[in-house]
Structures are given as C-alpha cells and as structure tokens.
C-alpha cells in the first residue's frame, strides 16, 4: 500500500478553473448581456405601444365628443372642423398644428415617422407608431355593420362620419382603440 500512496502523491493536483471553464463563464456571461439587452428592447417598444395606445385612446375620446357635439349643432374647440366647406385633411392638421389640441402629439417610435397613416403596412416603415384613422362605409344591406377603409383628404365633414381609430403598434400590429361617429 505504501507504494501506491506514493504514486498518488506524486501527481498534480487537479484544476479548479481551467481553459474549458474559463470559456463557459465568458459564453455565459455574453448571454446574460443579450438577454438583458433583448428585455429592455422588448420593455421600451411596449413602452412605446402603450404612450401610442394613450394618444389613440385621448384622439378618440376628442373625435366623439367633438362628434356629438357636431350632432347637435355645436361648434367645437377647432374651426376647421367645423367649417360648411371643411374637409378630412383641413381638421387633421388642425388638430396637431401649433395650437391645436394634439399639438404636443408626435410619433412616440420614430420621431421623424408619421403621426397619422392610412395602414399598418410593413412596406412602409414610418407607419409604425402611427394612428391609424378610418372611414366606415355601411355594409349591404343597411344595418349590417361597417367596412373600414382609409379616410381620403378629400373627404367632406359636413356630415357624420363613422370612424375607427387604431394603432400600429410593435411588428407592425394593428391595434383597435375605439370606433366613434364624428
């Protein structure tokens, strides 16, 4: 037995931290920065839905108050709404020009995207973040629900208008806020 105690004892001790583990320590570590970095990506684009679902919701609110009161008759807070001959486009730049009541509103994802698009397509990149307005036109036979399309500039507001007010939110989502008559 001695002999053998004497050949153990001869052979190097055995590596706590060697070339191997050293290797598994750096490709965890760049994992655990990645996936710290995919969690704050995915944290700031549901930020950005949810500031961009905000200004859908207060732009709907304003479109069926403002709808109501055109309803009765009133005038609203911006005249080119409200104008005999005024048109789709004249109350949308009215509403976020300076002084409008959407002045202060831009697109929270990109800030040179647009505000307001026709559709959430991913052919057209500046889109994402913006609210998507449009036009009901009633289904055949009457009463059976509306069709959405996007609203033409042209459009004339001197009636009521059904409108659906989305978003275009994270990978291109179309995200549904509210419906209102305007």
């Keep these: 037995?001695?002999?053998?105690?004497?050949?153990l004892d001869t052979e190097a001790p055995a590596?706590?931290?060697?070339i191997t583990d050293a290797a598994f320590v750096i490709v965890a570590i760049i994992i655990g920065i990645m996936v710290v970095h995919l969690g704050y990506i995915t944290y700031k684009e549901g930020a950005n839905t949810e500031e961009t679902k905000?200004?859908?919701?207060?732009?709907?609110a304003w479109l069926e108050q403002h709808g109501a009161a055109?309803?009765?008759?009133?005038?609203?807070d911006?005249?080119?709404?409200?104008?005999?001959?005024?048109?789709?486009?004249?109350?949308?730049d009215a509403l976020h020009a300076e002084g409008g009541?959407?002045?202060d509103m831009?697109?929270?994802?990109?800030?040179?995207g647009k505000l307001f698009a026709p559709a959430c397509d991913h052919d057209d990149p500046d889109?994402?973040?913006?609210?998507?307005?449009e036009k009901g036109i009633a289904r055949v036979p009457p009463n059976s629900g509306f069709d959405y399309a996007p609203i033409p500039d042209n459009e004339p507001l001197k009636d009521m208008l059904p409108i659906r007010v989305s978003i275009c939110g994270r990978a291109f989502s179309l995200i549904r806020i509210k419906e209102v008559l305007f």
């Design 127 to 133: 889109s994402h973040g913006a609210i998507i307005l």
């Design 101 to 103: 009541p959407f002045a």
């Design 78 to 92: 911006v005249p080119a709404c409200d104008a005999k001959d005024a048109t789709w486009k004249d109350c949308i």
């Design 1 to 7: 037995m001695p002999a053998e105690q004497s050949a």
């Design 15 to 18: 590596k706590f931290f060697g």
């Design 70 to 76: 055109r309803a009765e008759g009133k005038p609203g």
């Design 106 to 112: 831009s697109n929270v994802d990109d800030k040179y």
């Design 54 to 60: 905000l200004h859908g919701e207060n732009l709907s």
